[in-house]
C-alpha cells in the first residue's frame, strides 16, 4: 500500500519542500479521479462554486496560466486574471499592496508567479488567502514537478525505482529543484545532467548524481526531461554560444537511435526546437510532452480543490 | 454504542429478492435500464441487485454503474474535516435516454441524492432516474426525496447512525442500529 494522507498538511502551496510523501500520493490520486472528469463529455464539476481565484502573473506565462484558469473554471470557481505588465505594479505599486486590494474584493485564493524567490513565502506571511505559487524565480514550481511525478507513473506505473535525469540549464531553473525534491520523496533517483556552469555548485548535497556527458546520462535513465536554456535569466555568458550548447547537450533522433534502450522524453515548455531537443525527438513516439500539458490540468485541479477542503 | 440488529438471515436476502422482483415489474428485461451504485457503501447493493437479477431473468448484459458523489456535495468547506478524498466513477456508457436506477445502501438527509441527481447529468440526460434503498430512516429528510423502492423503513432519531453490513467486506450481511450509550 502507499502512503496517502486524508488532507494536505499545508495550507498553502508554495513549494514541494513543505510537502510530506502523503501529501503527494494524496494529491497524484486525486487528480487520477479529476482526469477522469476532464475526459467526459462534461468536463465540469460544482466543487469550487463558492469560491473565487486570482491569477496573478508578474512573469510571463502561457502553459501554466492557462491551465491553472482551466483548472479553476473546471471546478467551477470564479476566477479573475491579472498580469503585472498592463497593471498599476508599473506605477510602483508594493507586492503586498497590490494582492491586498484584490483581496478586498473578497478573493479566497492566490495563484502567484513572480520572478524573484520567495515571494509566495513571504506573502502567505502577510496576508489571509491560500497562496499556490506557480513559479517563483529560480526556486520552486511544484505544480510542474506533480505533473511530471503524474506523467511519470501514468507511464511506468509507478516512480519509486525509476531513474529520472534532468538535462539543460540547472542552475536557473525551478522545474529542476522542484522535479528533484518530489522524485526523491517518491522513492526516484535523480541525475542532472548539463555543462559544469550551470549546474549549481554542492547540488550533490541534495543527494542528485552529477554528469556532464548527455549520452552516459541517457544510457543511465528510463526518463530524460530536458530543461530550456533560460537565456532571460542569464546575466552572464555561461557557454560560448548556443549552437556550442546544442552540439553538445541537444537532444536528437541520431542520439536516441545510438542508445541501447528505449527511454521516455519529457519537456516542461516552452520548447526551444532544434537547441536542447529537435523536432524529431520533440514529436516522436517516446515523448510523453503533450500528455504532461493534458495532466497539468488535472494536477492543478486538485491541488486547488485539496487545498481549499483544507481551509482552517 | 448500543448495537441492535434490524434485518439479518434469510430475511435479509428475502429483502433484496423482493426488491428485485419489483424492478423486474417496472423494467422488464432492462433493455434500456441501466442500475448505478452511489460510491462508497451503495455499490455493494448495487452489485448485489445485479447479481440477482441477472440469476432471474437469465441475461447476463444488464448495464451498471458506480457513482461518486464527492465533487458534487454541498457540505464542502462547511465541515470539520468533511470527506475530501474522492472515490472512482465507473460509467464507461452514456446514460442518455435511459431508464436510471440509483442505488445506495441507507436514505437519511437526501443530500447524498440531490448530489448524486446533479453528478448523474454530466453522463447524459436520462429519460428517468428512479431511487432504490435498502433502508430508508423515516421522518429525517431535509429534501423533498423519496425512494421508489425501499428494503425497510426505520424510524431513528438524528444521533443513532444506521450501518449495512455486507458478506463481501465484513462477512456478514446485516442491517445494524447504533446507539449512544447515554441516550
Same mark, same amino acid.
Given at each position: 500500500m502507499t502512503e496517502t494522507a486524508?488532507?494536505?498538511?499545508?495550507?498553502?502551496?508554495?513549494?514541494?519542500?513543505?510537502?510530506s510523501k502523503a501529501d503527494i500520493n494524496l494529491i497524484l490520486e486525486t487528480a487520477d479521479t479529476f482526469k477522469d472528469v476532464i475526459n467526459r463529455?462534461?468536463?465540469? +464539476?460544482?466543487?469550487?462554486?463558492?469560491i473565487t481565484i486570482a491569477n496573478v502573473f508578474f512573469e510571463n506565462s502561457t502553459r501554466t496560466r492557462l491551465s491553472f484558469e482551466l483548472a479553476e473554471k473546471r471546478l467551477s470557481a470564479d476566477v479573475i486574471n491579472f498580469a503585472a505588465s498592463s497593471s498599476s505594479v508599473s506605477k510602483g505599486e508594493t507586492l503586498i499592496d497590490t494582492v491586498n486590494n484584490i483581496l478586498a474584493m473578497? +478573493?479566497?485564493?492566490i495563484v502567484m508567479r513572480h520572478p524573484y524567490p520567495g515571494a509566495g513565502v513571504f506573502l502567505s506571511k502577510h496576508v489571509k488567502a491560500q497562496i499556490i505559487n506557480a513559479g517563483d524565480g529560480a526556486h520552486e514550481h511544484p505544480t510542474q514537478a506533480l505533473l511530471d511525478a503524474f506523467s511519470i507513473r501514468e507511464k511506468f506505473?509507478?516512480?519509486?525505482g525509476k531513474k529520472i535525469a534532468i538535462i539543460g540549464?540547472?542552475?536557473?531553473s525551478r522545474v529542476a529543484l522542484s522535479n528533484i525534491l518530489c522524485l526523491q520523496k517518491l522513492g526516484a533517483e535523480v541525475m542532472v545532467c548539463g555543462p559544469t556552469t550551470l549546474i549549481p555548485k554542492?547540488?550533490?548535497?541534495?543527494?542528485v548524481k552529477v554528469e556532464h556527458n548527455l549520452i552516459k546520462a541517457l544510457n543511465w535513465c528510463d526518463a530524460a526531461n530536458m530543461l530550456r536554456i533560460q537565456l532571460e535569466r542569464q546575466?552572464?555568458?555561461?557557454?560560448?554560444s548556443l549552437r556550442e550548447y546544442s552540439m553538445l547537450y541537444g537532444l536528437n533522433k541520431t542520439i536516441l537511435d545510438t542508445l541501447d534502450k528505449e527511454i521516455t522524453i519529457m519537456h516542461p515548455g516552452p520548447i526551444n526546437r532544434g537547441v536542447e531537443i529537435t523536432s524529431d525527438v520533440a514529436d516522436s513516439?517516446?515523448?510523453i510532452i503533450l500528455d504532461q500539458v493534458e495532466n497539468g490540468v488535472a494536477i492543478r485541479m486538485a491541488v486547488l480543490y485539496l487545498l481549499a477542503g483544507s481551509r482552517g | 454504542m448500543q448495537q441492535s440488529i434490524l434485518l439479518s438471515g434469510p430475511k435479509f436476502q428475502i429483502t433484496i429478492q423482493r426488491l428485485c422482483q419489483q424492478l423486474i415489474e417496472n423494467h422488464?428485461?432492462?433493455?434500456?435500464s441501466v442500475i448505478i451504485g452511489i460510491q462508497p457503501r451503495g455499490i455493494y447493493l448495487a452489485k448485489r441487485i445485479k447479481a440477482e437479477l441477472q440469476r432471474l431473468l437469465?441475461?447476463?448484459?444488464i448495464l451498471s454503474g458506480e457513482l461518486d458523489i464527492t465533487f458534487y456535495r454541498d457540505d464542502f468547506r462547511r465541515k %470539520?474535516?468533511?470527506?475530501?478524498v474522492p472515490n472512482s466513477t465507473n460509467i464507461n456508457?452514456?446514460? %442518455?435516454?435511459k431508464k436510471v436506477i440509483l442505488i445506495d445502501d441507507v436514505l437519511w438527509t437526501g443530500r447524498t441524492i440531490r448530489s448524486a441527481l446533479d453528478a448523474i447529468q454530466a453522463f447524459g440526460r436520462p429519460q428517468s432516474v428512479e431511487l432504490l434503498v435498502l433502508v430508508d430512516r423515516r421522518?429525517?429528510?431535509?429534501?423533498?426525496i423519496e425512494p421508489n423502492y425501499i428494503g425497510i423503513q426505520v424510524d431513528s432519531i438524528n444521533s443513532q447512525r444506521v450501518i449495512v453490513n455486507w458478506q463481501e467486506t465484513e462477512n456478514k450481511d446485516q442491517i445494524i442500529l447504533l446507539t449512544e450509550e447515554n441516550q
Amino acid at each position: 500500500m502507499t502512503e496517502t494522507a486524508q488532507q494536505l498538511s499545508t495550507r498553502h502551496l508554495l513549494g514541494i519542500k513543505d510537502l510530506s510523501k502523503a501529501d503527494i500520493n494524496l494529491i497524484l490520486e486525486t487528480a487520477d479521479t479529476f482526469k477522469d472528469v476532464i475526459n467526459r463529455p462534461i468536463k465540469k +464539476v460544482p466543487s469550487l462554486r463558492d469560491i473565487t481565484i486570482a491569477n496573478v502573473f508578474f512573469e510571463n506565462s502561457t502553459r501554466t496560466r492557462l491551465s491553472f484558469e482551466l483548472a479553476e473554471k473546471r471546478l467551477s470557481a470564479d476566477v479573475i486574471n491579472f498580469a503585472a505588465s498592463s497593471s498599476s505594479v508599473s506605477k510602483g505599486e508594493t507586492l503586498i499592496d497590490t494582492v491586498n486590494n484584490i483581496l478586498a474584493m473578497k +478573493v479566497d485564493m492566490i495563484v502567484m508567479r513572480h520572478p524573484y524567490p520567495g515571494a509566495g513565502v513571504f506573502l502567505s506571511k502577510h496576508v489571509k488567502a491560500q497562496i499556490i505559487n506557480a513559479g517563483d524565480g529560480a526556486h520552486e514550481h511544484p505544480t510542474q514537478a506533480l505533473l511530471d511525478a503524474f506523467s511519470i507513473r501514468e507511464k511506468f506505473g509507478e516512480v519509486a525505482g525509476k531513474k529520472i535525469a534532468i538535462i539543460g540549464d540547472i542552475l536557473h531553473s525551478r522545474v529542476a529543484l522542484s522535479n528533484i525534491l518530489c522524485l526523491q520523496k517518491l522513492g526516484a533517483e535523480v541525475m542532472v545532467c548539463g555543462p559544469t556552469t550551470l549546474i549549481p555548485k554542492y547540488i550533490q548535497s541534495l543527494g542528485v548524481k552529477v554528469e556532464h556527458n548527455l549520452i552516459k546520462a541517457l544510457n543511465w535513465c528510463d526518463a530524460a526531461n530536458m530543461l530550456r536554456i533560460q537565456l532571460e535569466r542569464q546575466d552572464i555568458n555561461y557557454f560560448p554560444s548556443l549552437r556550442e550548447y546544442s552540439m553538445l547537450y541537444g537532444l536528437n533522433k541520431t542520439i536516441l537511435d545510438t542508445l541501447d534502450k528505449e527511454i521516455t522524453i519529457m519537456h516542461p515548455g516552452p520548447i526551444n526546437r532544434g537547441v536542447e531537443i529537435t523536432s524529431d525527438v520533440a514529436d516522436s513516439k517516446h515523448s510523453i510532452i503533450l500528455d504532461q500539458v493534458e495532466n497539468g490540468v488535472a494536477i492543478r485541479m486538485a491541488v486547488l480543490y485539496l487545498l481549499a477542503g483544507s481551509r482552517g | 454504542m448500543q448495537q441492535s440488529i434490524l434485518l439479518s438471515g434469510p430475511k435479509f436476502q428475502i429483502t433484496i429478492q423482493r426488491l428485485c422482483q419489483q424492478l423486474i415489474e417496472n423494467h422488464h428485461h432492462f433493455e434500456n435500464s441501466v442500475i448505478i451504485g452511489i460510491q462508497p457503501r451503495g455499490i455493494y447493493l448495487a452489485k448485489r441487485i445485479k447479481a440477482e437479477l441477472q440469476r432471474l431473468l437469465n441475461i447476463k448484459s444488464i448495464l451498471s454503474g458506480e457513482l461518486d458523489i464527492t465533487f458534487y456535495r454541498d457540505d464542502f468547506r462547511r465541515k %470539520e474535516n468533511g470527506p475530501l478524498v474522492p472515490n472512482s466513477t465507473n460509467i464507461n456508457f452514456v446514460i %442518455e435516454n435511459k431508464k436510471v436506477i440509483l442505488i445506495d445502501d441507507v436514505l437519511w438527509t437526501g443530500r447524498t441524492i440531490r448530489s448524486a441527481l446533479d453528478a448523474i447529468q454530466a453522463f447524459g440526460r436520462p429519460q428517468s432516474v428512479e431511487l432504490l434503498v435498502l433502508v430508508d430512516r423515516r421522518f429525517s429528510r431535509h429534501l423533498p426525496i423519496e425512494p421508489n423502492y425501499i428494503g425497510i423503513q426505520v424510524d431513528s432519531i438524528n444521533s443513532q447512525r444506521v450501518i449495512v453490513n455486507w458478506q463481501e467486506t465484513e462477512n456478514k450481511d446485516q442491517i445494524i442500529l447504533l446507539t449512544e450509550e447515554n441516550q
